[in-house]
């Protein structure tokens, strides 16, 4: 009797679960940003105390990438922001289709929510970047938004990530 095929051990590839990520973050994104513009008008009071002097809701329209650097004041820029935008977040798309390890998911993923919800949809929308989360009571000089957060963390996952061992080749 022959010896049945040993079968090679399943890779399992979690684009899917960066794509859940990237649309998590997105929504959770715009929802904190209709909250802030259209339920609390931060847009007319521009600023609200929430644990004062530490941190406080403030309204600022970023018409730059991340931190105001990269200024894109005139519709030529907006735009070439915006098509920047959609081509990162479509080489992320790709390349992250293939991963095979969680922690490169989730951070891809939060980074390619980060900019469709900032630099796509915001971009598209209102022609700049709503940022309201102020901790300059801490000595931290910008304000951002959660998708700037969610970049930042994907980031920082992926430099951890660069440091561990690589997983090991399965032998064929």
């Not at 922001?81 to 992250?96: I, K, R």
Request: some cysteine.
């Amino acid at each position: 009797m022959a010896d049945l095929p040993q079968s090679a051990p399943t890779v399992r590839h979690y684009g899917l679960l960066a794509y859940a990520v990237a649309a998590g973050v997105a929504l959770a994104d715009q929802a904190s940003k209709l909250f802030v513009l259209a339920k609390l008008h931060l847009g007319l009071i521009l600023q609200v105390p929430v644990f004062p002097p530490f941190f406080k809701l403030s309204m600022v329209w970023n018409p730059g990438v991340s931190f105001s650097l990269l200024r894109a004041d005139t519709a030529l820029g907006r735009w070439l922001l915006v098509a920047f935008a959609g081509a990162v977040v479509t080489v992320l798309a790709v390349f992250v289709r293939k991963t095979d390890r969680l922690l490169t998911a989730i951070a891809i993923g939060m980074i390619m929510g980060g900019a469709i919800g900032n630099n796509l949809i915001d971009r598209i929308r209102f022609g700049a970047v709503a940022d309201f989360l102020d901790f300059s009571g801490c000595f931290f000089p910008w304000v951002f938004n959660l998708a700037d957060s969610a970049i930042t963390l994907g980031v920082v996952l992926l430099l951890v990530e660069s440091f561990q061992a690589p997983k090991p080749k399965p032998e064929a």
